[in-house]
Nanobody
């Protein structure tokens, strides 16, 4: 089992920045990748970014490329999402998730943190 706790959400004006954190505990040694996802009201959950835990390779959704950065601190078992130049369409509940093996599903999820971007 892996427990994930997000923090760092809030209300920010368009053009502003926020940094989300996701602290992992439990069986973290089995982590292959950590990802961030988001779900806006009335919409399906969508992929935002992912990082391969051990080698650090990253992948981003086109909608956030150049604005968001995912990075991790292995010593702290924490993954971050630095969000710059925020837009109102970035408003959503953001979730972090853990994947235990390559090509597998994201099996463990955090409770989510709300990000609201005002225009």
């Amino acid at each position: 089992q892996v427990q994930l706790v997000e923090s760092g959400g809030g209300l920010v004006q368009a053009g502003g920045s926020l940094r989300l954190s996701c602290a992992a505990s439990g069986r973290t040694v089995s982590t292959d990748a950590m990802g961030w996802f988001r779900q806006a009201p009335g919409k399906e959950r969508e992929f935002v970014a992912t990082i391969l835990w051990w080698i650090g390779s990253t992948t981003y959704a086109d909608s956030v490329k150049g604005r968001f950065t995912i990075f991790r601190d292995k010593a702290k078992n924490t993954v971050y999402l630095q969000m710059n130049t925020l837009k109102p369409e970035d408003t959503a509940v953001y979730y972090c998730a853990q994947r235990g093996r390559p090509g597998g599903a994201y099996d463990f999820w955090g409770q989510g943190t709300q990000v609201t971007v005002s225009s």
